[in-house]
């Protein structure tokens, strides 16, 4: 099979309602609605999801490997790090407002906290 | 409950899909392009899954298993409708219109389905609801890009159509059982069905750009077990291997 001329679309999965949707890989396609139908099967065939977004590859302006030593940290950023705030996801799906605020207290026992997360294997983002 | 008539309808729902899922794999790295090769393919699985359901209930109401069902029954036997029999001959346009015809029907049975009074029909007519809506969605797309697409494009849809569609209409094929059927609340009646799906059909058809033949006269048989020629030929191929040792476990 000769490779389409088509534009490329690149592909998004949500498995969980409510969860950032992932790159899982990209499609040729005519237009955004073809896209959308056949990945559907690359790309929702066995894996659970409730959601897919298409995105055309050309919308997408990124960065330069060549430039990936202008994310390194030169000097010491452990101050900017998040794993001091660390909060189950549930609670702050369920309470937002009130998650947050709890934030801030957590910064302020930071060190009880830290070593509580360390201990903890599951990685969970600061939200 | 009128058990033949259920009998005789499970039979034409599973059939159907068996035949429609045999044919499209048919296409199966032959598909236009590689993405729509991949869900084509995935979609006549779909189709198999179906038609595996539809036998399994056929095998509690006392019917053969599954397996005997597809693999050891002649083409009289089967009740399939004409339009899923006739061979794809590498025609993109007619395969995607037959797809779309055929989806559209199934969707709009298993909408009626869904509330059927036979209980075990209707919870799997709910279940393979969804999937089935996915079906029309690509079907859509692509009977609508083909029709948009070019002049070339759109004649050989509407070439695909004029043939498809007096088979098409052929899945709405009257029955002994329709009457039964329907004043049991098992299955609407069969034109009443046909009437329901013209509607939802058309204005698709329209945006493609196509004309539908209001005149076209339905080809039926299949319902009684005369076929095309294509489906014995078919069948050959799909049970040549089941055949050579009808009792080998799989």
């Given amino acids: 099979m000769t490779d389409s001329q088509w534009p490329v679309f690149e592909v998004f999965h949500q498995q969980v309602r409510g969860e950032p949707h992932i790159h899982v890989g990209s499609v040729h396609a005519p237009d955004a609605e073809m896209a959308l139908v056949v990945a559907k099967e690359q790309y929702a065939r066995r894996q659970a999801c409730v959601n ?36 189950p996801k549930t609670i702050s799906r369920h309470e937002g407002t009130k998650a947050r605020r709890h934030e801030g207290e957590d910064q302020a026992s930071g060190d009880a906290i830290r070593q509580q997360a360390t201990g903890n294997s599951q990685r969970e983002e600061a939200t | 409950m009128n058990r033949s008539a259920v009998i005789d309808l499970l039979y034409r729902l599973a059939d159907d899909a068996l035949i429609i899922g045999h044919r499209d ?32 209930l056929l095998h509690e109401l006392g019917e053969p298993e599954p397996d005997t069902l597809a693999f050891n029954r002649r083409a009289r036997d089967f009740k399939c409708c004409g339009l899923v029999c006739l061979p794809n001959k590498r025609d993109w346009a007619f395969c995607t219109v037959r797809k779309f015809l055929f989806d559209a029907a199934e969707s709009v049975r298993l909408a009626a389905l869904s509330e059927s009074a036979y209980a075990p029909l209707a919870q799997l007519a709910r279940k393979l609801r969804s999937e089935k809506k996915y079906h029309l969605m690509h ?70 750009g196509l004309r539908v033949n209001e005149n076209a006269r339905p080809v039926y048989g299949g319902r009684v077990g005369r076929h095309p020629e294509a489906l014995a030929e078919l069948l050959e191929s799909m049970q040549m291997v089941y055949q050579i040792d009808p009792s080998a476990n799989w």
């Fill in chain 2, 139 to 208: 079907d859509r797309a692509w009977v609508v890009k083909l029709g948009e697409s070019t002049e070339d494009g759109r004649q050989r849809m509407q070439k695909a159509l004029d043939f498809a569609y007096p088979h098409a209409l052929g899945m709405f094929e009257p029955t002994e059982s329709d009457e039964p059927l329907a004043q049991a609340g098992i299955c609407p009646r069969e034109r009443e069905l046909c009437s329901q799906w013209a509607s939802a059909v058309a204005p698709v058809l329209k945006k493609a």
């Fill in chain 2, 25 to 56: 794999s048919e296409w199966t790295g032959l598909a236009p392009i590689l993405e729509e090769d991949i869900a084509f393919s995935s979609m006549a699985q779909d189709e198999m899954g179906h038609a595996l359901m539809y036998y399994q």
């Fill in chain 1, 52 to 87: 897919l977004w298409v995105v055309p590859a050309e919308a997408i302006y990124a960065s330069n490997y060549e430039d990936a030593d202008m994310f390194e940290h030169v000097t010491d950023k452990s101050y900017r790090e998040s794993w001091g705030y660390k909060t």
